[in-house]
């Protein structure tokens, strides 16, 4: 057995709690990610519900009949008004949607869904969009970092500053 001298340590005085000025900005960062993690997902899991929903109606064609692209204040283009017309039951309903491309001409013939039970109801979207799981994650985990963090590096550097070894 060996004898063991047992290390010495200076106690210092803990430092004021509170945290300097910038664990205040990086924790109030954190709490306006948590604000946008929580907007972002009630709004997209609205979107994503809607969405969900279509996925079960009946899926059909229709043709373009009208396109109107239109122009802001500074003349740049908007996005183009397309107006589609399909047939249920020998019923003609008609949709619309604004698109970015102009590839789309009068005659067309375009994918979409409409509500069987309210066939006057109908979508161009065929896919479910979960970009709004993406941007909550990011939020979330920017939140997690900015509000937890501080206060794990503060524990770490007050735990090694209070015993600090006698030389």
């Keep these: 057995m060996s004898k063991r001298k047992k290390q010495q340590y200076v106690q210092t005085a803990p430092k004021k709690q509170g945290g300097s000025f910038l664990t205040k900005v990086i924790t109030f960062v954190g709490f306006i990610s948590v604000i946008n993690a929580v907007i972002s997902l009630v709004a997209g899991y609205g979107t ?5 929903a279509q996925t079960e109606w009946t899926a059909t064609t229709a ?4 396109v109107s692209q239109g ?15 399909y047939q249920v039951d020998d019923t003609t309903y008609q949709g619309t949607f604004q698109e970015n491309s102009t590839d789309l001409a009068v005659g067309l013939s375009i994918p979409i869904r409409y509500n069987p039970e309210q066939p006057e109801a109908s979508t161009t979207q065929m896919t479910l969009d979960l ?5 909550t994650s990011i939020f979330g985990i920017i939140a997690i970092v900015c509000i937890y963090g501080p206060t794990v590096y503060n524990k770490r550097k007050d735990r090694t500053q209070h015993r600090l070894p006698v030389r």
């Design 48 to 52: 994503f519900q809607t969405q969900w």
């Design 63 to 66: 043709q373009v009949v009208e």
């Design 71 to 85: 122009h802001d204040a500074n003349e740049n283009p908007t996005p183009a008004e397309i107006r589609y017309e």
């Design 131 to 135: 970009g709004f799981l993406i941007q």
